[in-house]
C-alpha cells in the first residue's frame, strides 16, 4: 500500500456543529479501507490531502490560472512551462499530466468516501457526522468537476471507487454542459448534509463553503441571478467573514492563517509545505524565482490609483528584483487560497451589473476598493462597471489562479491576450492518456 509522505488535516468530528483543531499527521494510507468511524476519518483526511497535493492547489493546478494570464512571467529554463505562456501548450506537457492525475486521484478518493461510509456500521459515527463526511466529500468532488471543466471541457465523469486509474478506461468523455450538471448535482447533494459553520474555521467545507462554490459556478454559467443570491448568503454572514484591512491581514504576518477573509482554504504545516513559495520567492530569500510578476502587474500594484495598498503583494531585493510575496513563510507553511470573501464581493458586483442593478454592483466593487485604500469606482455605464470589476478581479487575485479563467468565461481573451484561437481556450488532454484509453478523445486541435 503506497504511503502518503505527510497529512494536510487531522480531523476528529464530535458533533453536527463543530469544527475541531487541524493538526498535521504523519503516514497516512494513500488507500484508506473504510471500515469504521476512525478510517472514514482517515479516509476523508486523504480527500483533503488530494486536494492540497503538489499537483493540484499545493502547485500545479494553480498554475494554470497565472501563467496563462497576463500578470506573470517565466525566468526559469523548462520551456514546457513556457507553452502556457505562449498558449501553445502541447499534449505531452508533463505538468498537463501531473494536473490531470492529480485532480482524478482527488475524485477516487472522494469516491471511496461517498460510496463506503453511508454503510459503515459503526454505533459510535452518529447521523451528523456521518452526513458530514459524505458532504464534505461531496464538494471536493465538485470542486474537482468543476476545475476540469474549465480547464479541459467536457471530461470522463467517474462516481465509483477505482483501484487503479486504468479501471475508468473505456469510459467516453462527457460533454461540457454534463460535467457541469455533476458538479451541480454534486454540491445540490452536499449542501443539505452540511451544516452551517458556528465558528469560522475555513480549512473544512461546510454548508456557506458549498454556497460560495456555487456563486463561482452560476457565474461561469452566466445565470446572474442564482450567482448574486448564493454570493449574498455568504457575505450576509459578517460574523465569519470580513474584508480585512489592510489588505495584506489575510497573509500577513506569518501567523495569519484561517482569517475572516477566507471561506476556503488549505492548511499545510513543517512538515508537509506548499511548494509555491520556492518558485515565487528570489534566491536572496532561498527560493528560485522561477515565476515573477510582469512590469505590467508591477506598475499597477505599485500605483496607488489602481493597487491601493496591494503593493504589498509585491517585494524587491536590495539586487533590484521584483517577486511576488504571497507565498514568503520558512517553512513554507503558507496556505492555498481556494476562495476569499473578496471573491463574493466581486462575484456579486459582476451579477448584479449583468442585471442592470448598477448601484448595487458599484456597491460591492466599492468595498473591494475601500479596503484597499481606494476612493469609490467612476464607472458609471454596464460596460464600464464590469471592465472595472475585471481590472479589479486582475489585482484583488494578482498571484491567484483566476485570471486566465476569467478572461475565458467573460469572452475577453482575445482583446486582452490576443489570443483569438478558441481552441486554445482549453487545455490538451495529456497525451499518455490518449495512449492508454482508446475511448478517451483528444480536444480539437491538439
Keep these: 500500500m503506497k504511503t502518503l509522505q505527510y497529512i494536510l488535516l487531522l480531523i476528529t468530528l464530535t458533533g453536527c456543529n463543530k469544527f475541531l483543531e487541524v493538526k498535521p499527521k504523519d503516514s497516512i494510507p494513500d488507500d484508506v479501507a473504510i ?12 480527500v483533503y490531502r488530494g486536494l492540497a497535493s503538489d499537483g493540484y492547489y499545493g502547485n500545479s493546478f494553480q498554475s494554470i490560472g497565472y501563467l496563462s494570464g497576463d500578470n506573470v512571467q517565466w525566468t526559469g529554463s523548462q520551456s514546457i512551462v ?24 482527488t475524485i477516487n478518493k472522494a469516491n471511496h468516501v461517498i460510496a463506503n461510509v453511508p454503510g459503515l456500521n459503526d454505533a459510535s459515527l452518529t447521523t451528523a457526522e456521518r452526513n458530514q463526511l459524505i458532504g464534505e466529500a461531496l464538494f471536493i468532488r465538485a470542486l474537482a468537476y468543476f476545475d476540469l471543466a474549465r480547464t479541459w ?18 469510459i467516453k468523455r462527457s460533454t461540457l454542459a454534463q460535467t457541469y450538471a455533476q458538479v451541480l448535482a454534486d454540491l445540490e447533494a452536499a449542501e443539505p448534509l452540511l ?13 456557506e463553503t458549498v454556497w460560495a462554490l456555487r ?6 454559467q452566466k445565470e446572474w441571478a442564482l450567482a448574486e443570491t448564493y454570493a449574498g448568503k455568504v457575505i450576509s454572514n459578517t460574523t465569519n467573514y470580513q474584508l480585512l484591512k489592510p489588505f495584506s491581514s489575510f497573509f500577513t504576518p506569518a501567523s495569519a492563517v484561517a482569517t475572516k477573509e477566507s471561506v476556503f482554504e488549505l492548511s499545510y504545516s513543517a512538515t508537509y509545505t506548499n511548494s509555491h513559495r520556492g518558485q515565487w520567492q528570489p534566491p536572496a530569500n532561498g527560493g528560485t524565482r522561477q515565476i515573477a510578476p510582469n512590469n505590467a502587474v508591477i506598475a499597477l500594484l505599485n500605483d496607488p490609483l489602481t493597487g491601493g ?138
Excluded: C, M
Design 35 to 46: 471500515v469504521d468511524k476512525a478510517s472514514a476519518q482517515a479516509a476523508l483526511r486523504g
Design 82 to 105: 513556457q507553452q502556457f505562456i505562449e498558449h501553445k501548450v502541447r499534449s505531452d506537457n508533463a505538468t498537463v499530466a501531473s494536473i490531470w492525475v492529480a485532480i482524478y486521484a
Design 153 to 170: 471541457g467536457g471530461v470522463q465523469i467517474v462516481l465509483t471507487p477505482t483501484l487503479s486509474s486504468a479501471d475508468k478506461k473505456g
Design 195 to 207: 451544516t452551517l459553520p458556528t465558528t469560522q474555521n475555513p480549512v473544512r467545507a461546510n454548508k
Design 215 to 220: 456563486a463561482r459556478f452560476h457565474l461561469y
Design 309 to 446: 495598498t496591494r503593493s504589498t503583494l509585491l517585494g524587491k531585493t536590495v539586487a533590484g528584483l521584483w517577486y511576488a510575496n504571497l507565498y514568503y513563510r520558512s517553512p513554507a507553511t503558507d496556505p492555498a487560497y481556494i476562495i476569499r470573501i473578496a471573491e463574493l464581493y466581486l462575484i456579486r458586483a459582476e451579477a448584479r451589473a449583468n442585471q442592470e442593478k448598477l448601484p448595487e454592483s458599484k456597491q460591492d466593487l466599492d468595498a473591494v476598493r475601500d479596503r484597499t485604500g481606494l476612493t469609490g469606482s467612476s464607472a458609471a455605464t454596464k460596460a464600464d462597471l464590469l471592465l472595472a470589476i475585471e481590472n479589479e478581479r486582475r489585482l484583488e487575485f494578482a498571484f491567484e489562479p483566476h485570471r486566465w479563467y476569467d478572461l475565458i468565461r467573460t469572452g475577453r481573451a482575445g482583446t486582452v491576450l490576443n489570443l483569438t484561437d478558441p481552441l486554445r481556450y482549453v487545455l490538451p488532454i495529456p497525451a499518455n492518456e490518449l495512449t492508454i484509453d482508446p475511448a478517451l478523445e483528444p480536444n480539437e486541435g491538439y
